[in-house]
C-alpha cells in the first residue's frame, strides 16, 4: 500500500489505475488548508507573544509559535510543489496522448 504523503509525480502516475486518484488532490487540499490554519494560528499566537508580561512565558511562547509558523510553512509549500509539479506532469502527458 503507497503511503499518501509520499505520493509525487512519479507515484501519481502510477496510481492511475487505483481509487487514489480520485483523493490525491482533495487530500492535497485539505493538507494545504490545514497548514495554512496551523501557520495563521501561529501568527497569532507570536502576536499574543507580545502582550506578555512574565519573560519566561514570553520566550516560550515565542519560540513555540515560530516553530509553528516553521513547520507549517514548510508544509505548505511542500504540498503546493507537490501539486504543481503533478499538474504539469499531467499536461504534458495530456499533450503527449495528443
Keep these: 500500500m503507497m503511503v499518501l504523503a509520499d505520493c509525487d509525480s512519479q507515484t501519481y502516475s502510477q496510481t492511475q489505475g487505483h481509487s487514489m486518484k480520485y ?3 482533495p487530500l492535497q487540499l485539505v493538507l494545504t488548508l490545514v497548514s495554512a490554519f496551523f501557520l495563521f494560528f501561529g501568527i497569532d499566537l507570536l502576536r499574543g ?3 506578555l ?3 519566561f512565558n514570553f520566550i516560550m511562547t515565542f519560540f513555540a509559535a515560530s516553530l509553528m509558523i516553521l513547520i507549517s510553512l514548510t508544509l505548505m509549500a511542500g504540498f503546493i510543489v507537490k501539486m504543481v ?3 504539469k506532469k499531467m499536461e ?6 495528443s
Excluded: E, L, S
Design 85 to 87: 509539479r503533478v499538474y
Design 23 to 25: 483523493y490525491w488532490w
Design 53 to 55: 508580561n512574565n519573560p
Design 92 to 97: 504534458t502527458q495530456k499533450t503527449n496522448k
Design 49 to 51: 507573544a507580545y502582550g
